[in-house]
């Protein structure tokens, strides 16, 4: 069974009591396998006891707890939470195309990940040392999700890493900072400078009516209306490009974006 837990007894002070050494409070991926090994090495009976029974101890005395979340999960994400399906956030009952709605889809869930998921962190994490009381709406709040990408943008090699000040990468900042840089400029991209864009016939100088449109069709434009739609033109497609752009460089990090 999968189990979905915050707290695990292997990461506890009891658990680095036994063990005879403080477990790292984050690692690269491929250093976990180090650091394992070279506990298996050190204390194979300790770090046994510390990881592997422990753990088995958890699982015993968890197990009714655990076959209620999975249930409580299931019926959360399958009927109210609907995490199987993205929300575009879009307006119901209007036509969008589909790289419209691929756009919006992709954003509007990266806003719900930060002001849900991170929000959640930073309001229970140890990052919330001075207990700030942050203001929740419908389960979301942009101002703890931003908190959270903050400090986390800040992380820096050091002895939670397993890392001496001899070695080159410490005080550098870690791959999860240099990810949370980037998904926090993405968010305010989204939520902030986006929306915020001059609306492209306006910024062109465009006063646009029916006879102007005919006038278009029908080849019959003035010199000033011609400039005028060339730079609307531009305008539309720096946007489309700034979009794409921004677009790829979501899809890129789609790996960080993980609690």
């Known amino acids: 069974m999968l189990r979905s837990r915050i707290y695990h007894w292997n990461c506890s002070k009891f658990a680095d009591f036994i063990r005879g050494e403080k477990k790292p409070y984050a690692l690269e991926w491929n250093k976990w396998t180090e650091w394992r090994d070279q506990q298996k090495k050190k204390r194979p009976i300790r770090y046994w006891l510390a990881e592997k029974g422990l753990s088995k101890l958890q699982n ?25 399906y993205f ?6 009952g209007h036509y969008y195309e589909f790289d419209h709605r691929l756009l919006h889809a992709l954003f509007n869930e990266l806003v719900i990940f930060v002001e849900t998921e991170y929000a959640s962190m930073a309001k229970h994490n ?8 942050y203001k929740f709406k419908n389960g979301r709040c942009s101002e703890a999700g931003l908190d959270y990408l903050n400090w986390e943008s800040k992380l820096k090699y050091g002895s ?14 870690t791959p999860q900072a240099i990810s949370a840089q980037k998904i926090r400029e993405l968010y305010l991209w989204w939520i902030e400078i986006r929306p915020n864009r001059p609306e492209p ?17 029908g080849g019959k434009v003035t010199r000033k209306e011609l400039s005028e739609f060339k730079k609307l033109e531009k305008i539309e497609k720096s946007y489309d490009d700034e979009d794409t752009k921004m677009l790829l460089e979501l899809i890129k990090i789609r790996k960080e974006i993980w609690t």
Request: some cysteine.
């Open 201 to 217: 016939m306006k910024a062109a100088g465009l006063n646009w009516d029916e006879t102007k449109e005919e006038n278009l069709f």
């Open 126 to 133: 140890s990052i919330n040392k001075k207990k700030k009381n």
């Open 60 to 84: 015993f005395f968890s197990f009714p707890l655990d076959i209620y979340c999975e249930v409580k999960y299931y019926i959360r994400n399958r009927w109210i939470d609907k995490t199987h």
């Open 160 to 173: 939670d890493w397993g890392i001496t000040r001899k070695d080159p990468q410490y005080g550098k900042l």
């Open 87 to 92: 929300q575009t956030g879009l307006e119901p």
